[in-house]
T-cell receptor, first 116, second 114 residues
């Protein structure tokens, strides 16, 4: 069974608008970490932002922010004022404490196209 | 800091040949991961080392694939008797290994098996 699920295969948005990408995860662990990564057209995978399960505040880094809804096991990525260079594939990932934080579980990714 | 280094960036092998892929993690990172990425399967976990010790190889195909980390500065992924279905981008990532830390990915090695 998929531990991390991204249901949106692809999204297109107009430049300078806000986009939200969905991600749901499965875990029995009380302590875990959630991550979002971006893969550019060149193939480079870059870490964007992370959320610690024990923190209630949503993480924010630059124009990336998270919508962490723990009861729903959901961690959405919000990109505000999108730019052309935000066009990429975005991956959600989870790391659980009960595995000793050994494994990263990745979603299948959501392809974002920002239209000028 | 040069980031995670992977060599070669591209490798073409004939069916049945051996391929060895190299990864140099970020200095000071104790955890090294190998992944395989294809269009169909997405990002697949292969194996994981911590402090050079193999911790989890549950994603490795049992035959033909092996990984080693002989020292803290490099890891290798070896594929024996390569098959066309092994064609993929192989990604190496490293992290501090302190628990909830993020991974830093290398640029990947694109393996093409003819």
């Amino acid at each position: 069974a998929q531990k991390v699920t991204q249901t949106q295969t692809s999204i297109s948005v107009m430049e300078k608008t806000t986009v939200t990408m969905d991600c749901v995860y499965e875990t029995q662990d009380s302590s875990y970490f959630l991550f979002w990564y971006k893969q550019t057209a060149s193939g480079e995978i870059v870490f964007l932002i992370r959320q610690d399960s024990y923190k209630k505040e949503n993480a924010t880094v630059g124009h990336y922010s998270l919508n962490f809804q723990k009861p729903k096991s959901s961690i959405g990525l919000i990109i505000t004022a999108t730019q052309i260079e935000d066009s990429a594939v975005y991956f959600c990932a989870m790391r659980e404490k009960n595995t000793g934080y050994q494994n990263f579980y990745f979603g299948k990714g959501t392809s974002l196209t920002v239209i000028p | 800091n040069a980031g995670v280094i992977q060599t070669p960036r591209h490798k073409v092998t004939g069916k049945g040949q051996e391929a060895t892929l190299w990864c140099e993690p970020i200095s000071g990172h104790s955890a090294v991961f190998w992944y395989r990425q294809t269009i169909v399967q997405g990002l697949e976990f292969l194996t994981y080392f911590r402090n050079q010790a193999p911790i989890d190889d549950s994603g490795m195909p049992k035959e033909r694939f092996s990984a080693q980390m002989p020292n803290q500065s490099h890891s290798t992924l070896k594929i024996q008797s390569t098959q066309p279905q092994d064609s993929a981008v192989y990604l190496c990532a490293s992290s501090l290994g302190t628990g909830g830390d993020e991974q830093y990915f290398g640029p990947g090695t694109r393996l093409t098996v003819l």
